[in-house]
């Protein structure tokens, strides 16, 4: 199968993920949010993945925006997944 178009695709999209997953890592916003659900105050920290990327010479870790957000470059961790 790996001379048909099919299964180039699919050799390519496990190329491209598994390459993904070596780059992703868990990331942790310390800063404590705080919020209610049912009339209960609720605290938490933000957390996510994000993966490692490098585009015309810049590096820098893509994320979800809620992830970052009230956070210093301080206040995040980082953690192989």
Not at 1 to 28: D, F, Q, S, Y
Not at 42 to 58: S, V
Not at 59 to 70: D, P, S, W
């Amino acid at each position: 199968m790996e001379g048909h178009v099919i299964g180039r695709g699919i050799e390519e999209n496990k190329a491209l993920l598994e390459r993904l997953l070596w780059h992703m890592l868990g990331v942790v916003n310390l800063v404590h949010r705080a919020g209610t659900v049912d009339g209960h105050p609720l605290r938490w920290q933000e957390n996510g993945t994000g993966t490692a990327c490098c585009y015309r010479g810049e590096k820098f870790i893509l994320t979800a925006k809620h992830v970052l957000e009230g956070a210093g470059p301080s206040d995040l961790r980082f953690f192989p997944v």
